[in-house]
């Protein structure tokens, strides 16, 4: 029971940090997307780092990437990929409407923010491909540390700025701020995100799998 709490509690937390801080970044901002970014980078750099170190005894995938490459690696079951997938959207999205809440926005506020286009296809792939490859390759002890690290560079080097997980893409789009994306943009998103934990798996498992 302990892992299914972790992977929903995680997630929603995590979400409920980007969303809560691309708001507050542009409530305290609203002339600089480069100051809110920074200060949405932070929020989520710190709230990964403490949400990985805090969960770790259970489970700290929180991202329907990271379970479906644990699936493939025989590590946890298809049944149970399957309860944590649904755990973490619906985890995602109670997160992000607490965000909205917390800001007195409508808990349900579908974004208006268009994400489209091959570019930000194409970053979304290589954003989550060197998400799993970090998560895959880092030893327990600094995975929490260096996926933070990793994510908080991606937001900067990737157009997309690495949303890198299936089920934060699908509550996001319950907020039209600055974290948000258009509910028409989240199935090639998810898809690109599917296609990087993949190719990410395949790469560990020809290259650099010792078993």
């Given at each position: 029971m302990?892992k299914?709490i972790?992977?929903?509690?995680?997630?929603?937390?995590?979400?409920?940090?980007?969303?809560?801080?691309?708001?507050?970044?542009?409530?305290l901002?609203?002339?600089?997307?480069?100051?809110?970014?920074?200060?949405?980078?932070?929020?989520?750099?710190?709230?990964?780092?403490?949400?990985?170190?805090s969960?770790?005894?259970?489970?700290?995938?929180?991202?329907p990437?990271?379970?479906?490459?644990?699936?493939?690696?025989?590590?946890i079951?298809?049944?149970?990929?399957?309860?944590?997938?649904?755990?973490?959207?619906a985890?995602?999205?109670?997160?992000?409407?607490?965000?909205?809440?917390?800001?007195?926005?409508?808990?349900?506020?579908f974004?208006?923010?268009?994400?489209s286009?091959?570019?930000?296809?194409a970053?979304?792939?290589?954003?989550?491909?060197?998400?799993?490859?970090?998560?895959?390759?880092?030893?327990?002890?600094?995975?929490?540390?260096?996926?933070?690290?990793?994510?908080?560079?991606?937001?900067?080097?990737?157009?997309?700025?690495?949303?890198?997980?299936?089920?934060?893409?699908?509550?996001?789009?319950?907020?039209?701020?600055?974290?948000?994306?258009?509910?028409?943009?989240?199935?090639?998103?998810?898809?690109?995100?599917?296609?990087?934990?993949?190719?990410?798996?395949?790469?560990y498992?020809?290259?650099?799998?010792?078993?």
């Amino acid at each position: 029971m302990a892992k299914y709490i972790s992977e929903f509690l995680g997630t929603g937390i995590l979400f409920c940090a980007v969303v809560g801080s691309g708001i507050m970044g542009e409530n305290l901002n609203d002339t600089s997307d480069q100051v809110t970014l920074l200060t949405n980078t932070l929020a989520t750099v710190f709230a990964l780092y403490f949400l990985i170190s805090s969960f770790q005894p259970f489970s700290t995938h929180f991202n329907p990437a990271v379970s479906f490459v644990f699936c493939l690696k025989g590590e946890i079951s298809v049944k149970t990929c399957a309860v944590f997938v649904a755990l973490q959207i619906a985890g995602a999205i109670l997160g992000v409407m607490l965000a909205n809440y917390m800001f007195e926005i409508d808990p349900v506020n579908f974004s208006e923010k268009a994400r489209s286009g091959p570019n930000l296809f194409a970053s979304e792939i290589v954003a989550t491909f060197g998400l799993l490859l970090v998560i895959l390759l880092a030893s327990v002890e600094k995975v929490a540390g260096m996926v933070a690290a990793y994510i908080g560079a991606a937001y900067w080097f990737t157009s997309s700025t690495s949303f890198a997980n299936p089920a934060g893409t699908i509550g996001r789009a319950f907020s039209n701020t600055f974290a948000g994306i258009s509910p028409d943009d989240v199935m090639a998103f998810c898809a690109a995100q599917v296609i990087g934990a993949f190719l990410a798996y395949i790469l560990y498992k020809k290259v650099f799998s010792r078993s």
